[in-house]
């Protein structure tokens, strides 16, 4: 198992025009976690995470990809 420790982000990016923005996961040790969990090596990911976690956040999107 690789345990990849750093930190988890939220970029925000101009969305559908306007003054709109989404808010996306990212950061460059998120998304090293995530390659590896796509080239099947079993990945882990630690952490901080603020409270509360937010749907849109950190906390759900990568864990389809395959980390832990």
Same mark, same amino acid.
């Given at each position: 198992?690789? %345990?990849?420790?750093?930190?988890?982000?939220?970029?925000? #990016? /101009?969305?559908?025009?306007?003054?709109?923005?989404?808010?996306? @996961?990212?950061?460059? @040790?998120?998304?090293?976690?995530?390659?590896?969990? &796509?080239?099947? &090596? @079993? %990945?882990?990911?630690? #952490?901080?995470? /603020?409270? /509360? &976690?937010?749907? %849109?956040?950190?906390? &759900?999107? @990568?864990? /389809?990809?395959?980390? %832990?």
């Amino acid at each position: 198992m690789l %345990t990849v420790l750093g930190e988890a982000v939220i970029d925000l #990016a /101009p969305s559908g025009g306007g003054d709109l923005l989404a808010a996306h @996961p990212g950061g460059s @040790p998120l998304n090293v976690a995530v390659g590896l969990a &796509r080239l099947g &090596r @079993p %990945t882990a990911m630690l #952490a901080a995470s /603020p409270e /509360p &976690r937010s749907d %849109t956040g950190c906390g &759900r999107t @990568p864990r /389809p990809t395959g980390w %832990t």
